[in-house]
């Protein structure tokens, strides 16, 4: 059995550290790594493909923490409160945290492209398969463990959910601060088109396991540029450390190798 994909990175240390991010750049023995580009044109429509359904219940949001990745939000995920269904997934998965990738300039910033195309950011909302596994940390060990709702944010209008999180910010400024959030819906932050891409894929930071049915929402939530600057405002460092601005923390696109992404549209 090869083995699991955490004992492989650190068996293999002497992986390219990419110097902007803290993910090898490669992983021995990953065949379904992410992100990736999306090619429309090769993405199969399948009509068994159902709607995803999402029901968040804005109760559950517990606080916002700067990781020094990125910013999260986490959700309480002792019972079935905040789930979707549906979909490409077979259970119902809870939502655990919801967190972004951006760039130092609205030129690049998203983890996945479509067709080459970058965003300015991504919105990863991080579900777990809580049918199947007893905790978060058991199932991101686990082929269907994980499924994550990803949204690309591009530049236009203000975005009126968005700011309650942007309001937030300065109080995370720094890694491991963190702010108590309350009553905040993520679905807010969801393109009322239903269309989406889905493929098999794997967590884009450590440990990288492939756990995550990645669902791809195919339209764009539009942010303001103010709001986008404020996610730059964030630091990599903690308090008292040289500032080191929260910028870039996507990682390179990985290969597609023997996988086909599926669309739920024509
Ligand atoms: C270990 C916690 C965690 C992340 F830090 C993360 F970045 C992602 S990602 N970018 O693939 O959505 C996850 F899915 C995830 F579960
Ligand atoms: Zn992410």
């Known amino acids: 059995r090869p083995c699991s994909l955490a004992i492989c990175i650190h068996k293999n240390r002497n992986d390219?550290?990419?110097?902007?991010?803290?993910?090898p750049?490669?992983?021995?023995?990953?065949?379904?790594?992410?992100?990736?580009?999306?090619?429309?044109?090769?993405?199969?429509?399948?009509?068994?493909l159902r709607p995803l359904k999402t029901s968040y219940d804005p109760d559950t949001c517990l606080h916002i923490w700067n990781n020094g990745y990125s910013f999260l939000v986490?959700?309480?995920?002792?019972?079935?409160?905040?789930?979707?269904?549906?979909?490409?997934l077979e259970n119902q998965y809870r939502l655990k945290q919801f967190h972004f990738h951006w760039g130092a300039i609205n030129e690049w910033g998203s983890e996945h492209t479509i067709d080459s195309r970058v965003y300015p950011a991504e919105l990863h909302l991080v579900h777990w398969n809580a049918v199947k596994y007893e905790s978060f940390e058991d199932a991101v060990m686990e082929g269907n463990g994980l499924a994550v709702i990803g949204v690309f944010l591009k530049l236009g209008a203000y975005h009126e959910g968005l700011q309650k999180l942007v309001d937030a910010l300065p109080a995370v400024k720094h890694k491991d601060e963190?702010?108590?959030?309350?009553?905040?819906d993520p679905s807010c932050?969801?393109?009322s088109c239903p269309d989406y891409w889905t493929y098999a894929g794997s967590l884009t930071?450590?440990?990288?396991?492939?756990?995550?049915?990645?669902?791809?929402?195919?339209k764009?939530?539009?942010?303001?540029?103010d709001q986008l600057e404020a996610f730059r405002m964030l630091l990599f460092t903690s308090p008292g450390e040289e500032e080191k601005r929260m910028v870039d923390n996507f990682r390179p696109l990985q290969p597609l190798m023997n996988r086909t992404v599926r669309s739920s549209f024509q």
Request: overall charge negative; proline content about 10%.
């Open 205 to 218: 930071t450590p440990p990288l396991t492939e756990s995550v049915t990645w669902i791809i929402k195919k």
């Open 189 to 191: 932050l969801l393109p």
């Open 220 to 225: 764009a939530i539009e942010v303001d540029e």
């Open 178 to 184: 963190i702010v108590e959030f309350d009553s905040f």
């Open 25 to 48: 750049l490669s992983v021995p023995g990953g065949t379904r790594q992410s992100p990736i580009d999306i090619q429309w044109r090769d993405s199969i429509f399948d009509p068994y």
């Open 74 to 88: 986490e959700f309480e995920d002792s019972a079935d409160k905040s789930i979707i269904m549906g979909g490409p």
């Open 16 to 23: 390219a550290l990419h110097p902007l991010w803290q993910s």
